[in-house]
């Protein structure tokens, strides 16, 4: 059956991706009056995203946290969301375009695991504390996301010209992002895990991954607000981080283990 | 002495902290990405007989249980505790209230300072800054020498010990998992519907637990919504209770949590049968019914039954097979003595009994997790989000009957929002100038 939330979200694609087209365009051939169709694209896809929730939360009867498509269409939500809010107006076009790729990539991602709304929900899936872990996790992770972005644009800039100046904002969202995925993926998590099976900590996939994750992050706030670090170095470890983020967000579909179903 | 001091160099190290993280995730992402306790010959299938062997001797199918796994996390965990001891001073040090700057030079020195001259006498410009200051939530002291009045304040200053309070966390979470490890009791307990078990509560009372009921819920359209397992505890300072067991919702008593596990359904041992019922005439009268197992009598059975429920409970007469379907024929003992005898009834099919899996978990250790968590979150929202500000005025009467206002701020970090702050709070002052 064809439900609203596909339609809503495939609209929603295409409208994040003639964005990135419009941006590169602009970048390619310098075009400075471009700036506003693309921010229009992106405002409608934000829109049309809002939509495409609303509509699955209804299909579904409940907040549209409970699976990976689920999980991804929020996650890459939030990532434009926050972009269009607080960082388009700092970010330089070039990581506009990387963030924009990337959402939309995600996005395409998502849809190989979409899930028909009307669909069974896990019984141990219904408590409040998935909205608390699964929506403070993604809200990290979408922080991660966008230093992710401007890691990735910061390097090309320091192999073309020897000089990365995105690092302060790499900063500032990974250390808006860790407390979020410490309180969520981490705490929460661990609270929910004693409340459905009996144990804070089991070791099962997904959640050793987070750790992971959260180590990474830690090490970066460490080299940086300790030991000084500038430059390459952090950006790697800010892009190794999320590269792990999403290994660990798909990667439970093939590692199997608790987190199996999300 | 040096040598402890050596010691305490090494365990407090930034570099070295970084190295064992870093080695603790590397093991870690080894950890979830390959299987962990599967039996030896998978690895060897798996990963092939070269490298399989090679896992299995670094261990690398338990990591999570490997001894060396368990000194990395205990070494980070002092590591923490050692660096949360050394950065206390610190973090107490910077926490005080600011010294007074009482030459002008110095705050010039700051990264944020501006100058004015209010139109109004030294006494209400003070009265002013304090104002605006507190507005803001910070806290501030002034003190007046001579014709110079020296205000100084400052926010937040217990983000300092955000980082203390986030390395503390970690101890806290080490000696609840200890707690857990050493002391905990985890035990499956596999019971039939109508069967029960006992447990022991913390102060060793006894606790027995009859499993009553057992149902899968479904919604509207057939979809599944939840587990349910009903009991009934009893124990000596309990009385009796009842509960529900639920995915997310355990038996919790005197320190014992009681999680429903699984189910399974044994079909070979039915708990009864869905029938449906006729009258003597042939008429649907009923179409489901459930008869418990019970109630079931088989044929041979009969008249020992009939002599023992008579009047009470409604008992089967006779059973028989046709082809597919069962069908028996049913007469309770209050109808037995009116005409309209006997009714049939047909079997729709029988229910297998249920056998639930309940988890019995006790976890001593678990007020330090909580601590921990909760120290946790705090530590690093407070070192992360918060910043410590602190802005120094000097205030001078000049020869017109004004004031001159000299002032300058610093903040350990987010120094975009605060130098929007210090913009803020001049062009207030501004306006009486």
């Not at chain 1, 929020?74 to 388009?88: D, E, G, M, Y």
């Not at chain 2, 988890?359 to 921990?372: D, S, Y």
Request: glycine share 8%; net charge neutral; hydrophobic share 50%.
């Amino acid at each position: 059956m064809n439900y609203p939330d596909i339609t809503l979200t495939i609209v929603a694609v295409a409208l994040y991706f003639l964005g990135l087209v419009v941006i590169a365009a602009e970048i390619t051939f310098k075009r400075e009056n471009l700036e506003k169709i693309w921010q229009v694209s992106v405002g409608c896809g934000i829109g049309f995203q809002t939509a495409a929730l609303v509509a699955r939360g209804i299909l579904a009867q409940q907040v549209p946290l409970t699976d990976l498509f689920e999980y991804t269409l929020v996650f890459t939500w939030a990532l434009a969301l926050i972009f269009f809010l607080l960082f388009r107006k700092h970010f330089p076009k070039q990581a506009s375009l990387v963030l924009l790729i990337t959402i939309t990539l995600l996005m395409g991602i998502s849809f190989l695991y979409y899930t028909d709304p009307k669909g069974v929900t896990m019984p141990a899936l219904r408590s409040f504390w998935l909205y608390v872990h699964v929506s403070l996790a993604a809200l990290g992770e979408t922080f991660f996301a966008i230093a992710f972005v401007t890691s990735i644009v910061d390097l090309v800039r320091w192999a073309k010209a020897k000089d990365g100046n995105l690092g302060e904002l790499t900063y500032r969202a990974i250390s808006m992002g860790f407390p979020l995925f410490t309180a969520g993926a981490l705490v929460a998590g661990a609270i929910w895990a004693k409340k459905a099976w009996g144990s804070y900590w089991s070791w099962d996939p997904k959640e050793v991954l987070s750790l992971v994750v959260w180590l990474v992050y830690a090490a970066y706030l460490h080299a940086r607000l300790v030991k000084g670090f500038k430059g390459r170095a952090l950006a790697i470890i800010s892009i190794v981080g999320f590269l792990l983020t999403l290994f660990t967000i798909f990667g439970s579909l093939i590692l199997g283990g608790l987190h199996s179903y999300s | 002495m040096a040598f402890l001091r050596k010691i305490f160099g090494v365990v407090t190290s930034t570099k070295i902290g970084l190295i064992v993280m870093i080695v603790i995730a590397g093991l870690s992402l080894i950890g979830g990405v390959i299987p962990q306790n599967a039996p030896r010959d998978f690895y060897l299938q798996q990963y092939g007989p070269g490298f399989g062997k090679l896992l299995l001797t670094l261990e690398l199918d338990h990591v999570f249980r490997t001894n060396y796994y368990s000194i990395l996390l205990i070494a980070f965990s002092l590591m923490v505790f050692a660096c949360a001891l050394k950065r206390l001073p610190v973090a107490i040090r910077l926490a005080r209230r600011p010294e007074p700057l009482t030459e002008i030079e110095q705050l010039r020195k700051q990264p944020f300072k501006a100058s004015l001259i209010l139109d109004v006498d030294p006494e209400e410009a003070r009265l002013h800054i304090v104002d605006v200051l507190k507005r803001r939530f910070y806290k501030v002291a002034t003190k007046a020498v001579d014709s110079r009045t020296y205000v100084q304040a400052s926010k937040n200053a217990f983000s300092r010990y955000g980082s203390f309070i986030l390395h503390l966390s970690f101890v806290l979470l080490l000696i609840g998992g200890l707690a857990i490890a050493r002391f905990g009791r985890e035990r499956i307990h596999e019971v039939r519907v109508g069967n029960s078990f006992d447990f022991v509560a913390a102060r060793g009372e006894t606790i027995n637990v009859d499993v009553e009921d057992f149902r899968v819920e479904t919604d509207n359209e057939g979809r599944l919504r939840d587990y349910i397992c009903e009991v009934e505890a009893a124990g000596k300072d309990l009385g009796r209770a009842w509960y529900r067991i639920r995915p997310n919702h355990p038996l919790g008593y005197g320190g014992v949590d009681i999680y429903l596990e699984s189910y399974e359904e044994d079909a070979e041992n039915p708990s009864g049968f869905l029938v449906s019922v006729y009258d003597s005439s042939g008429e649907l009268i009923v179409p489901h019914v459930f008869v418990p197992r019970d109630d079931y009598v088989r044929v041979d059975e009969i008249d020992a039954t009939l002599k023992a429920d008579v009047g009470v409970v409604p008992t089967i007469r006779e059973i028989s097979d046709a082809g597919v379907t069962t069908h028996f024929i049913y007469q309770s003992a209050e109808e037995a003595s009116s005409d309209s005898l006997p009714i049939r009834f047909v079997l729709i099919h029988a229910i297998p009994s249920v056998i639930v899996s309940l988890k019995e978990v006790r976890q001593p250790g678990q007020v330090f997790i909580i601590a921990g968590f909760t120290l946790l979150t705090f530590g690093t929202i407070v070192s992360l989000y918060l910043s410590h500000r602190k802005i120094w005025f000097i205030v001078e009467p000049t020869s017109e009957g004004r004031s001159q206002v000299h002032f300058g701020g610093r903040s350990n970090r987010h120094t975009r929002a605060f130098e929007a702050e210090f913009e803020r709070v001049k062009a207030t002052l501004d306006e009486l100038s």
